[in-house]
């Protein structure tokens, strides 16, 4: 069973840069999926934030592209996202994901999800 | 982008009953590979989403089968033919067959 876990501050200053990593566990981040993040402001709906493949390719949501960079780390198995310059507006559970391949048991589908993480952008 | 639109946003229901959400999307989600990437996911209070449906109508791992999608195109239906306890949430449509990926507003599932 793949198992997802977000790290990371929970406070973040407006200005500065959000730092977030997710350990992959029960499964290589080597497989045939893309590994995306996600994020929900208090009370609101998703948005999706990006996500990486395993070889470095990465596709991001033009609505934050400028700010945002996603990264991996086979060695550790594990992803991370950082998202700069941020402002109230950034505040939100920040969750992992991983996004079935057309060789995943769930093409197109997001199938294992982290716990969530809440980053709160205030001085 | 593509805009996903569900239908009702709030759907009170009585234990055993059916319970039907609509989403509509603004273009086609037939990719060119020919699938079509339109997935549901529930959301339960104080919870990460969870999968149930992808590619329209096929059930995730443990899912019971008194959920079901359906649809076509722009036009998708997700349906809980007998509602329990535990299906209260807020559940979303989403779709992969165009960057960005997009979600539906969502919509709540609660008991009368």
């Known amino acids: 069973q793949v198992q997802l876990q977000e790290s990371g501050p929970g406070l973040v200053k407006p200005s500065g840069t959000l730092s977030l990593t997710c350990a992959v566990s029960g499964g290589s981040i080597s497989s045939s999926n893309w590994w995306s993040w996600v994020r929900q402001p208090p009370g609101k709906g998703l948005e999706w934030i990006g996500e990486i493949y395993h070889s470095g390719s990465t596709n991001y949501n033009p609505s934050l592209k400028s700010r945002v960079t996603i990264s991996v780390d086979k060695s550790k198995n594990q992803f991370s996202l950082k998202l700069s310059s941020v402002t109230a507006a950034d505040t939100a559970v920040y969750y992992c994901?991983?996004?079935?391949?057309?060789?995943?048991?769930?093409?197109?589908?997001?199938?294992?999800w982290g716990q969530g993480t809440l980053v709160t952008v205030s001085s | 982008d593509i805009v996903m639109t569900q239908t009702p946003l709030s759907s009170p229901v009585t234990l055993g009953q059916p319970a039907s959400i609509s989403c509509r999307s603004s273009?086609?989600?037939?990719?060119?590979?020919?699938?079509?990437?339109l997935s549901w996911l529930q959301q339960r209070p104080g919870q990460p989403p969870r999968l149930l449906i992808y590619k329209i109508s096929n059930r995730f791992s443990g899912v019971p089968d008194r959920f079901s999608g359906s649809g076509a195109g722009t036009d998708f239906t997700l349906k809980i033919s007998r509602v329990e306890a535990e299906d209260v949430g807020v559940y979303y449509c989403?779709?992969?067959?165009?960057?960005?990926?997009?979600f539906g507003q969502g919509t709540k599932v609660e008991i009368k």
């Open positions: 994901a991983r996004d079935g391949g057309s060789l995943s048991p769930a093409p197109g589908g997001l199938d294992y």
């Open positions: 273009q086609s989600l037939v990719h060119s590979d020919g699938n079509t990437y």
């Open positions: 989403t779709q992969a067959t165009q960057f960005p990926r997009t």
